[in-house]
C-alpha cells in the first residue's frame, strides 16, 4: 500500500542543537518533496520544495535532502530556537495532486 | 505576495444545515485550488481539486453531492457542506498554487474550524 511515514509523533531538541526530521514514503514516484509548517488551528505554510534531480536544497537555517532510492528525505533546522516549535509537514509532489504526511511537531527547549 | 483567505474561521451550526466556506487568493490568480480536512494529530486529506470554470475533481470517498465545491472565478472557491452531520465536525483549509504546475508551493488559507452539534 501507499505510505508516506514522518518520524515519531513529537520530537524535543534542546535550544541550539540541530533538529532533524524525516519523512519516508512507499509506492509511490515523487517528482518533487515540500516542506511546509503549520502552527496550531493555522493552515500550513510552505518551506522548501527539492525535486527528484536535487540532493539537497538550503534555506538559512534550513537544509533538505532527497534520497529516491532510499524514498527518504531528510529536513534540518540547525541552531534550532523556540521560536521553530512547530508541526512540520512533507508533501509528495505528483502527477495531479500534492498529499500530506502526518507531520512530526516538534519542541524547541530553551 | 501569494496570500490566500479563507472564511469563516470558525463556525458551529446544528445537523442538518448547510454552511458555505470561502477561500480567496487575494493577490494572485487561481485557476487551481485544492480543498483539504485535517482532523486532530492527522494530515491533511485531499478532497477534492477545484478548477475555475469546471467540475471538481473529488476524491475516492468524498461525496460530491455533500461537498459541493464551485470555482466560478480565478479568485474564489467555495465548499459548501450541505446536510452537515456532527461527523462532519473537522478542520477544512484550502491552498492554491501561484504557479500553473503541480510542482509549484501551495498557498494555504488559515482553515476553518467547523463543528457540528
Known amino acids: 500500500s501507499q505510505k508516506i511515514e514522518q518520524n515519531s509523533e513529537a520530537l524535543n531538541i534542546q535550544e541550539g542543537k540541530t533538529a532533524t526530521l524525516t519523512c519516508n514514503y512507499t509506492?509511490?514516484?515523487?517528482?518533487?518533496l515540500q516542506w511546509y509548517r503549520q502552527d496550531p488551528g493555522r493552515g500550513p505554510v510552505f518551506l522548501l520544495l527539492?525535486?527528484?534531480?536535487?540532493k539537497e536544497k538550503r534555506k538559512e537555517r534550513l537544509k533538505v535532502t532527497f534520497d529516491t532510492t532510499l524514498k527518504q528525505s531528510l529536513f534540518h533546522i540547525t541552531a534550532s530556537q523556540p521560536a521553530d516549535s512547530a508541526t512540520y509537514l512533507c508533501?509528495?509532489?505528483?502527477?495531479?495532486?500534492?498529499?500530506f504526511g502526518k507531520g512530526t511537531r516538534l519542541h524547541i527547549l530553551p | 505576495g501569494a496570500v490566500v483567505s479563507q472564511h469563516p474561521s470558525w463556525v458551529i451550526c446544528k445537523s442538518g444545515t448547510s454552511v458555505k466556506i470561502e477561500c480567496r487568493s487575494l493577490?494572485?490568480?487561481?485557476?487551481?485550488m485544492f480543498w483539504y480536512r485535517q482532523f486532530p494529530k492527522q494530515s491533511l486529506m485531499l478532497m477534492a481539486t477545484?478548477?475555475?470554470?469546471?467540475?471538481?475533481?473529488?476524491e475516492q470517498g468524498v461525496e460530491k453531492d455533500k461537498f459541493l465545491i464551485n470555482h466560478a472565478s480565478l479568485t474564489l472557491s467555495t465548499l459548501t457542506v450541505t446536510s452537515a452531520h456532527p461527523e462532519d465536525s473537522s478542520f477544512y483549509i484550502c491552498?492554491?498554487?501561484?504557479?500553473?504546475?503541480?510542482?509549484?508551493?501551495?498557498?494555504f488559507g488559515n482553515g476553518t474550524r467547523l463543528t457540528v452539534t
Open positions: 477545484s478548477n475555475e470554470g469546471s467540475k471538481a475533481t473529488y
Open positions: 491552498s492554491a498554487s501561484f504557479g500553473s504546475s503541480y510542482n509549484s508551493p501551495l498557498h
Open positions: 508533501a509528495l509532489g505528483l502527477e495531479d495532486k500534492i498529499i
Open positions: 527539492i525535486r527528484e534531480n536535487e
Open positions: 509506492n509511490y514516484s515523487p517528482a518533487y
Open positions: 493577490d494572485f490568480q487561481a485557476t487551481t
